[in-house]
């Protein structure tokens, strides 16, 4: 069973650290959306009464966009600081630490209206995104390295659940009955200290992880106490010898920086592909496709009232999807779930491109993109949504790890910051067809994990570091077969000589 090893800690560690960290994420992603009118009025009237003068549109319009994107600045940043937190007060110890800034934050939007200052407004906001930054990658890190091989991508996946959990939160708070009303807003931003309360009442009681303590700070006593914290009746011998093996396999215990892991021969497949998972994640489409889900739905005749429960109705699928992928990934591996959903995504994307050209003509079309919508967000959610995260923390080493995150998560929101400024523009030139760009990118990625990322269901870390040597070496190979080929067609019947010769020569050398 693949269950026999999960234990009620193990939950509890994915439940504490995904509840009150990545849920965020997805809850500051969507939070902004239902009180904009409310927090553009705000900046509106604090302007005038400040200088006597209402702002003009354009000032408006840039400040509310600052309040929206200040987020993905503050993520790059978090990102970027990432592997220094995780090196210094270990993977548990930064999640605990980095809680102070939900609260600094939540406290500057709250008391924003209070105090008449839009500016506490977008610092919030950017405070937030830091946040989120290193969320984002310390969170599915420490459940990697806490969980035992045959549930890495179960606890894995669960943080981006709670993502869906967030972006679903977001909207339900947001409506009108509930948050939506304009003496409500500060509230509704400010919401985020409550489940990050709750993780920090609770999480310092449970272990670092065990492969920080032990290859890291040389603690053994510590990790067979986290091991047996974390772990049911087993033997937990061969985990520590594992853990030790990777230790010995290592150049150095320290901490490789960006620069060093960049010129690392023995990775570089690692790093491209981490590269093309994580700039695919974002240039999927997905953010232009949840910006502008309200207005495809009112281009299908869905009546405006009725829009924001719609919305709401796809956050339950991202959820649903998420939950499939979650409960699926042990048994089909990671593989099929990021080829699948990538490819999904990119069959919907060319299915919208298709529906919006043709439903003058056929109105049943404007349905067709309502499905496209739903296919795009559900194949994202069940695949693409999480397992660059898991990947990430499965295709390197101990040594590697933080720095490939920080590569990773600072391409995510780089990505993410230029799907937001750009597709504004690609959408005025390329019109209906600029969803085929994205189409093209989800096909191109589902391509490559295809072809070049191998299966790391049930592998130790050790076995996959492995697997990468294996084909690093067959591609040297054949690079050199080919070159071989090359000079023998150039030399014609000399080239057989040569090659002789060569061959002779290089086995002679040998003592």
């Given amino acids: 069973m693949v269950f026999i090893q999960l234990t009620w800690s193990l939950l509890a560690v994915a439940f504490l650290t995904s509840f009150g960290s990545s849920m965020l994420y997805g809850y500051n992603l969507a939070v902004v959306n239902s009180p904009a009118v409310y927090i553009k009025d705000f900046y509106n009237k604090t302007a005038l009464g400040r200088n006597g003068t209402a702002l003009s549109g354009e000032t408006l319009t840039l400040m509310y966009s600052l309040t929206v ?55 919030g906001r950017f405070i937030t995104g830091i946040h989120s930054g290193i969320s984002l990658s310390v969170v599915p890190m420490y459940l990697g390295e806490i969980a035992p091989k045959n549930l890495r991508g179960f606890l894995g996946l669960v943080p981006s659940i709670f993502i869906g959990t967030g972006v679903f939160s977001a909207q339900i708070l947001g409506l009108h009955q509930l948050l939506g009303k304009e003496e409500h807003w500060p509230l509704f931003l400010s919401v985020v200290v409550v489940p990050t309360f709750i993780q920090l009442m609770l999480l310092p009681w449970f272990p670092e992880s065990p492969r920080y303590l032990l290859i890291e700070k040389h603690n053994v006593h510590a990790t067979i106490t986290a091991l047996k914290w974390y772990r049911a009746k087993c033997n937990i011998q061969a985990e520590i010898e594992e853990m030790q093996d990777e230790q010995r396999s290592l150049s150095s215990v320290e901490t490789l920086s960006v620069w060093k892991l960049l010129q690392d021969d023995t990775v570089r497949w690692q790093v491209l592909s981490v590269v093309i998972i994580n700039i695919g994640m974002q240039l999927s489409g997905i953010d232009a496709i ?39 990934i042990e048994k089909l591996g990671r593989r099929p779930l990021m080829i699948g959903g990538f490819a999904m995504m990119g069959l919907c994307s060319a299915g919208i491109t298709l529906a919006l050209i043709l439903q003058a003509q056929l109105s049943f079309m404007r349905y067709v ?23 990430t923390a499965e295709l390197f080493k101990q040594s590697h790890r933080p720095a490939a995150y920080i590569v990773g998560g600072s391409l995510n929101w780089l990505s993410n910051f230029t799907v937001g400024f750009v597709f504004p523009f690609l959408q005025m030139s390329a019109g209906s067809y600029c969803y085929l760009v994205f ?73």
């Fill in 69 to 123: 994107s200040v987020f993905a600045i503050g993520g790059l940043l978090g990102s970027l600081i990432v592997g220094m937190l995780v090196t210094r007060f270990g993977r548990k110890g930064t999640v605990v630490k980095t809680t102070v800034l939900v609260f600094i934050a939540g406290s500057l939007m709250g008391f924003s209206r209070v105090c008449g200052s839009p500016e506490m407004v977008i610092f």
């Fill in 290 to 328: 949840w910006f502008y889900t309200n207005d495809i739905f009112e281009n299908a005749g869905i009546p405006a009232p009725e829009i924001q429960y719609t919305t709401a109705g796809t956050g339950i699928i991202e959820i649903i999807a998420g939950l499939i992928g979650c409960f699926t």
């Fill in 369 to 391: 993109s309502v499905c496209c919508v739903v296919g795009i967000i559900g194949g994202f959610c069940i695949g693409p949504a999480g397992v660059p995260f898991l990947i």
């Fill in 439 to 511: 189409a093209t990118i989800c096909v191109s990625v589902a391509i490559y994990v295809y072809i070049m990322i191998p299966e790391t269901k049930n592998k130790t870390f050790m076995e996959i570091s492995q697997m990468f040597s294996k084909k690093e070496a067959v591609l040297e190979t054949q690079s050199l077969t080919h070159v071989d080929q090359l000079k023998l067609k150039k030399m014609n019947g000399y080239g057989g000589v040569e090659h002789a010769s060569l061959e002779f020569n290089s086995s002679s050398s040998v003592p």
